[in-house]
């Protein structure tokens, strides 16, 4: 049985989501080396500091297959880490560049915080999430606090993953 308030609550999220108009952006990415577990991450930038959201996730091996699992993780972070800048692409041609910074081939980890989501994987598998309506993983409008895409513990697998967010 559905519940009138389940509606009501689903058609102000669609309507939310219709009317805010943030733009969107593809951040791929690839793991770095095998002392980290970072793949990809988006993060508040430290100009114009704003809170953006993660609505999309793929993730997959880049490697030659093999029948191997992999916790993979969104996870919040701190700090920036070391690593390669990545220029968010607009998803659609007509908006302005992001107004958020994000990396990829990482050689030292970002500080890690709260596990938003864990995904076990078989390595020849390739997984994307997309968000319910309202689900989005969000960062604060603090410098540097993002989300990052890893591994549960470092390895010599290649990964690359590509997140699709919004931000204002």
Not at 24 to 48: E, F, H, L, M, Q
Not at 85 to 101: R, Y
Request: hydrophobic share 40%.
């Amino acid at each position: 049985m559905v519940h009138i308030g389940h509606i009501a609550r689903f058609a102000a999220l669609v309507a939310n989501n219709l009317t805010r108009q943030l733009a969107r952006y593809s951040v791929p990415g690839n793991k770095g080396t095998a002392s980290v577990r970072s793949i990809v991450n988006a993060r508040a930038d430290g100009t114009t500091a704003q809170r953006g959201r993660v609505y999309d996730y793929m993730v997959g091996s880049i490697t030659t297959p093999a029948d191997n699992v992999f916790d993979h993780e969104l996870i919040r972070s701190s700090t920036a880490g070391t690593a390669a800048a990545v220029t968010p692409s607009p998803l659609d041609p007509a908006e302005a560049a992001s107004v958020f910074d994000a990396s990829d081939t990482y050689t030292a980890d970002p500080t890690f915080g709260v596990l938003l989501m864990r995904l076990s994987l078989n390595m020849r598998a390739t997984y994307r999430w997309v968000a319910a309506p309202g689900g989005e993983l969000v960062w604060p409008a603090t410098t540097n606090n993002g989300i990052t895409g890893v591994v549960q513990s470092a390895t010599t697998t290649d990964f690359s993953g590509t997140m699709h967010v919004d931000c204002a």
